[in-house]
């Protein structure tokens, strides 16, 4: 009994340390887990529609979105607000014209296509209708200088409404001055009524309007 009592004891510490070693190793491998579960806690994921670190998720093919093309236009005449207005590429003459207020109540709509595309750096006037009329009445004045045989008719007679100085030159009895005079006359008076109202012209009497009166019409 003594024996075996001396054997116990001589067996505790190696009992006792065996123990604690044991607990040791399995307080030491608890304490590696949960430090390996805070590592993974605190790594953001990475994978393909994750989320990053602030919390949004990433796109990798997500691009940026391209900005629209603008363009300068410079508006004026017979609008209500007149200026140069920045547009969309690709719009046309009309949306300009609202951008600017519309066009003003004796605005002539005839010169301009609405429906044009748009330029960068492009002007646009709206004239009035009597700017209109007045360009009209110009045009016709400048191409009357410049007809010869077009105001002849098929008969030889010329249109004394229409002519320019160098074809009304061509009657019998009217130089340079007298055709001068016609035109003067047609400026300030209007068209010819009849062919006999050449008489009312300064230097053009009814001797001279005998002469050529076969020669010349109205129209």
Not at 138 to 151: A, F, I, K, P, V
Not at 166 to 174: K, V
Request: charged letters at 30%.
């Amino acid at each position: 009994m003594k024996q075996k009592k001396k054997i116990l004891w001589m067996l505790l510490p190696v009992l006792v340390f065996g123990g604690c070693g044991s607990q040791g190793s399995v307080l030491k491998r608890t304490q590696e887990e949960s430090s390996l579960l805070e590592t993974q806690e605190k790594e953001p994921e990475t994978a393909d529609g994750a989320e990053t670190k602030d919390g949004q998720e990433e796109n990798p093919e997500q691009t940026e979105e391209s900005l629209p093309e603008w363009i300068y236009v410079d508006v004026c005449g017979a609008v209500e607000n007149p200026g140069v207005y920045r547009i969309e590429a690709g719009s046309r003459v009309f949306q300009v014209l609202e951008q600017a207020g519309g066009c003003t109540e004796d605005a002539s709509l005839e010169t301009v296509n609405q429906a044009d595309l748009l330029s960068d750096g492009q002007k646009i006037r709206i004239y009035t209708r009597e700017e209109t009329e007045q360009m009209g009445d110009d045009l016709r004045d400048e191409s009357q200088g410049m007809e010869t045989d077009s105001q002849t008719a098929s008969d030889g007679r010329v249109d004394i409404n229409r002519a320019g100085k160098e074809e009304l030159m061509t009657l019998t009895g009217i130089g340079e001055t007298r055709a001068q005079a016609i035109l003067a006359y047609r400026e300030s008076h209007g068209k010819f009524s009849s062919v006999e109202e050449l008489m009312q012209v300064d230097g053009i009497k009814e001797k001279t309007y005998e002469k050529l009166k076969n020669q010349i019409r109205i129209n």
